[in-house]
């Protein structure tokens, strides 16, 4: 896979592994699978559950090793829910285009209207209002690694639980 977990990430990653490694056996059956990705806010149907299962066992045993889920939440904390944070700060550098530190309503439209994805009022309102959960008329550079953590939980095709 050539990505790899370091430092507090694995560490984090094997505290969780054990805490739902039910019977201590070192691996995780479907339903411990089930309720460590529900303790995570993610509520996968029955299908997708079976389809992650068959996608990380990659020794096909049946169950998922520390190693296996490893392997497959690299890419996704590598790439996607903890996207490096030099490329993170990068990003939100390029939106917050006079340097204030925070992303206006203005700065947003017009860097997605850069991109090719000019936004109608309703959708600049729309991201503003789930954006900026501390309700002060700007998005954070927490706040935007929020919406973006999010979308990498959207983009797996996971559904938060409510």
Do not use: C, W, Y
């Amino acid at each position: 896979m050539g990505l790899k977990l370091h430092g507090n990430h694995l560490k984090q990653l094997r505290d969780i592994f054990t805490r739902f490694d039910m019977d201590s056996d070192g691996s995780l059956t479907l339903l411990e699978l089930a309720a460590l990705l529900r303790s995570l806010g993610l509520k996968p149907s029955g299908d997708q559950l079976h389809s992650l299962l068959s996608n990380m066992d990659s020794n096909g045993n049946g169950s998922i090793e520390f190693d296996e889920l490893a392997d497959a939440i690299a890419p996704m904390m590598s790439d996607e829910a903890l996207v490096n944070q030099a490329q993170l700060v990068e990003v939100f550098r390029s939106f917050d285009r006079d340097g204030n530190g925070f992303i206006s309503a203005a700065e947003l439209a017009r860097s997605m209207a850069r991109m090719g994805q000019p936004l109608s009022f309703l959708e600049l309102t729309e991201m503003m209002r789930e954006a900026d959960t501390d309700g002060d008329g700007v998005i954070s550079f927490n706040e935007f690694a929020a919406v973006m953590a999010k979308s990498a939980t959207d983009f797996l095709g996971l559904a938060a639980v409510s």
